[in-house]
């Protein structure tokens, strides 16, 4: 039960603007799991990959095109797509950089076995997510607003930003992409494809460490798998929702309540 409840949290808040890795610590802080470290994080990277492959499931008409666009005849199709696939990996660089450069550091962040100081933490870093996503809800969406080199690199480097526990991926860097003039439209589709190559790398870096497979890898992983797969498709699809109408201040305020309870809970028990 407590695999299948992460797996919705992961599910739900991974593309929801609200920080799947932070609410995974307060899970597993307020539930009081206490996970091995390799197979909380193995478990932790399971339930990422069921959201990329969610992604890939949402976007897969947007990825086949820009994949077709690529080796295209058409040369302005072409141009499109390989410059559009060279944002994507031009933004992940400076996250791809951070992480892997203080990647020991950002570890400590998410070990809960070491304390509540990540919990506490995360706390903090949700009333940063918060304030973002509601003040560029006010940003006006002209419709038209297009990426450019260095909207891109501003975006990619919040995406760093959002490696701590508590400041959402897909908020921060939609949030960001609003403010910078990008449209609505555009500011969501771009995050999700910046989400895949994140999520697989990641998972790629961590999974190289495991050694005992069978340790980790259980009925309950599968469960929880399922589960992040499955809320992650209904979840890209609210939250495109959210983006067109203009409404993402209101996950905004869920951050700023659910920081405020985290950290009274945490002081007080």
């Not at 933004?91 to 962040?109: E, N, Q, R, V």
């Not at 607003?145 to 990619?156: E, N, S």
């Not at 050694?211 to 890209?236: C, H, R, Y």
Request: proline share 2%; with cysteine; charged share 15%.
């Amino acid at each position: 039960m407590e695999t299948l409840l992460l797996g919705i949290i992961q599910g739900l808040t991974e593309f929801l603007p609200v920080s799947s890795s932070g609410h995974l610590i307060l899970a597993q802080t307020f539930l009081g799991m206490d996970t091995e470290p390799d197979a909380g994080t193995f478990l932790a990277v399971m339930l990422h990959v069921a959201t990329g492959i969610a992604v890939l499931i949402v976007f897969r008409k947007d990825i086949l095109n820009i994949i077709r666009g690529c080796f295209s005849k058409d040369i302005t199709l072409r141009k499109d797509s390989l410059t559009y696939s060279g944002w994507v990996v031009l933004a992940t660089i400076p996250a791809m950089i951070i992480g892997l450069t203080f990647k020991s550091f950002f570890d400590g962040m998410f070990d809960t076995s070491s304390g509540n100081a990540p919990a506490y933490l995360t706390s903090l870093m949700l009333f940063f997510t918060a304030g973002l996503l509601i003040f560029s809800s006010k940003k006006e969406d002209s419709g038209n607003g297009k990426l450019t080199f260095a909207k891109v690199i501003i975006i990619g480097l919040m995406q760093a930003v959002a490696i701590m526990p508590g400041i959402s991926r897909s908020g921060s860097t939609i949030a960001i992409a609003l403010l910078i003039g990008v449209s609505r439209e555009e500011a969501g589709r771009f995050s999700f494809m910046l989400s895949l190559p994140v999520i697989f790398g990641a998972a790629l870096l961590d999974a190289r460490k495991f050694k005992n497979w069978e340790s980790v890898l259980t009925f309950d992983l599968v469960v929880g798998f399922i589960a992040a797969f499955v809320i992650g498709i209904v979840a890209i699809k609210l939250l495109l929702s959210f983006i067109k109408k203009g409404k993402l201040h209101y996950f905004g305020y869920y951050c700023a309540t659910a920081a405020t309870v985290s950290l009274v809970w945490l002081t007080v028990r």
